[in-house]
């Protein structure tokens, strides 16, 4: 057992002895930067007083397991961790590694047979158990299913590993048609199936879209040439504002729109890149963070333009080039032109679809620009700009090309944001919004469009899916809604992130000019934050 010594007193601290310590301060730190935030709630009555509620029970709760958590990390994980590096005397072999341990067959097993009769009991759930243990009940059928699903990847690591882009992209093509199937057969019929995908196909399937196509956008921006940019939620509002207010006044078709709105807000990218073209580093993040502010009170006081803080709504639909529409009233109809039964799933699978094809439209252009000496020349300057202009790189050029291409995919975005949702207004533009774009970035790894692509699933797909945990409101409380807390837990994945893999999820790189053979390179031969 590992044994710390202290040099002031010259006295051995076992595990258990500094984990006790160090889970007191973890319990007092917690208590001091959640006692407003989760203690205290604020509220207003019937006459519009404010009411000051305590909730010191979710308070204690929170400090305990934090504490807890603090405790058994330090008394049992970090031994664990140090074993693991200890080769056996006999056999000379490491331990097995956890994932080893975690992932065993009788396990997998196990978890196919609980999700496969919490699944055949669905329906009774409710009768059997009751509603409070039936919510405990359908979340150990979400762990089992998700446990299966990781024991199937870990397996086939392997395999995955060196197809994963193929692999990747032949799944998100056949996801919407996998979740009508299987709640068609769940529900027994193709309306149910068309009818219950409408929730799995635009929050877990369009929404994490979006944001993976606008952290694409800004990875050129950030992860290729190096600049820092705080406002990229302004190219994203420049779009969606451009389709909503041509599309709403002169009727103009979404597919002549989508390239006028990535010309405009490669416009706005260019007027950003002038007035920093001297900046860089932190200057550089405040003047963009300027912008983006900008451009919102802009939409918000230009009421006779952007109709203020009501927004814009009553937006177009998009049409199939105008051959097949989704409103049910026009005669061309996607259920009367095919005879099929009516279901407004249709346009939630079309406009996955579409999000999709914008999204690798986003790849294609990226690793094609990345070769392009444009693409060097981006690279280059997020090196060391000095040494860039010392080649002869136009660094102007190379910075405004790097603006306008990022806005451009945003401004793509922003219209796509604007069909689907039928209405924008500011709130759906503040700065949270490319804080929440550039972690998705920095969390993938900056200049890997896989590990962003990634790092955008865990982090949307992981926010929408609290929204599932109302089990959760059996132990809190029935006023208990997991997602106002996603931004907390958004924050403490992103500490875990930073400290496990600094350098994001994908810690290799393949360089882009090679001799003779393309190889990785190791994440510590890179820059750190850059790879």
């Known amino acids: 057992m590992a044994v710390t010594v202290s040099p002031e007193r010259d006295v051995v601290a076992t595990p258990v002895q500094r984990a006790i310590r160090e889970a007191l301060y973890a319990g007092a730190i917690a208590l001091g930067l959640f006692v407003l935030f989760i203690g205290l709630k604020t509220g207003q009555n019937i006459s519009n007083e404010l009411v000051l509620t305590t909730r010191w029970g979710l308070l204690a709760t929170v400090v305990i397991a934090t504490a807890a958590g603090r405790f058994l ?44 009769l919490l699944l055949v009991l669905a329906s009774s759930l409710d009768g059997l158990l009751g509603p409070g243990l039936a919510g405990y009940a359908r979340f150990v059928r979400a762990l089992a299913i998700i446990y299966a699903l990781a024991s199937v990847l870990f397996y086939f690591r392997t395999f995955i590993h060196a197809h994963f882009s193929a692999l990747g992209i ?115 993040a405040i003047v963009t963070l300027a912008f983006g502010e900008i451009i919102r009170l802009v939409l918000i006081n230009w009421r006779e333009v952007t109709n203020g803080s009501s927004g814009i709504s009553g937006i177009p639909k998009v049409t199939f ?31 996955y679809y579409l999000i999709l094809g914008l999204c690798l439209l986003t790849a294609f252009v990226t690793i094609r620009l990345r070769r392009m000496p444009v693409g060097r020349a981006w ?20 910075k405004l090309t790097a603006f306008a291409t990022g806005a451009m995919f945003g401004g793509f975005a922003g219209s796509f944001f604007a069909a689907r949702q039928g209405f924008v207004s500011p709130e759906s533009f503040v700065f949270l919004e490319s804080a929440i774009i550039l972690a998705i970035v920095v969390l993938g790894g900056m200049g890997s469009l896989v590990g962003i692509a990634v790092a955008a699933l865990v982090m949307i797909g992981g926010t929408e899916a609290l929204r599932e ?13 997991p997602e106002l807390y996603r931004m907390l837990l958004f924050g403490m994945a992103m500490v875990i992130v930073m400290l496990w893999k600094p350098r994001g999820f994908v810690g290799s790189r393949e360089p882009t000019a090679f001799l003779k053979e393309r190889r990785a390179v190791s994440s510590s031969f890179t820059k750190e934050g850059h790879g």
């Open 73 to 116: 990390y330090v008394a049992y994980g970090q031994p664990f961790l140090a074993n693991q590096k200890i080769a056996d005397v006999a056999t000379g072999l490491l331990p097995d590694s956890v994932a080893t341990r975690f992932f065993r067959l009788p396990y997998f097993i196990a978890a196919i047979v609980i999700a496969a």
């Open 321 to 351: 080039f105008g051959l097949v529409s989704f409103n049910v009233s026009d005669p061309n109809y996607i259920a009367k032109v095919l005879n099929i039964a009516t279901s407004s799933a249709y346009y939630k699978i079309f406009l």
């Open 379 to 398: 690279e280059a300057l997020r090196e060391d700009e000095i040494a860039c202009r010392s080649l002869g790189i136009n660094t102007t050029t190379t």
């Open 469 to 481: 945990l109302d089990f959760l409101k059996q132990v809190f409380g029935p006023d208990f809604t």
């Open 170 to 284: 032949t799944a998100l093509m056949f996801y919407p048609i996998i979740v009508v199937l299987s709640l068609a057969l769940y529900g027994g019929s193709m309306a149910a199936g068309f009818q219950g995908s409408l929730k799995w196909v635009d929050n877990y399937g369009i929404q994490i879209l979006i944001y993976v196509m606008l952290a694409w956008g800004l990875n050129i921006v950030v992860g290729l040439a190096g600049l820092l940019d705080l406002g990229y939620v302004a190219f994203y509002a420049v779009g969606a504002y451009a389709y909503a207010l041509l599309g709403t006044h002169y009727g103009l078709s979404f597919w002549i729109l989508l390239p006028a709105a990535g010309a405009m807000a490669a416009f706005w990218g260019v007027l950003l890149g002038f007035p920093v073209l001297r900046l860089r580093g932190d200057y550089l």
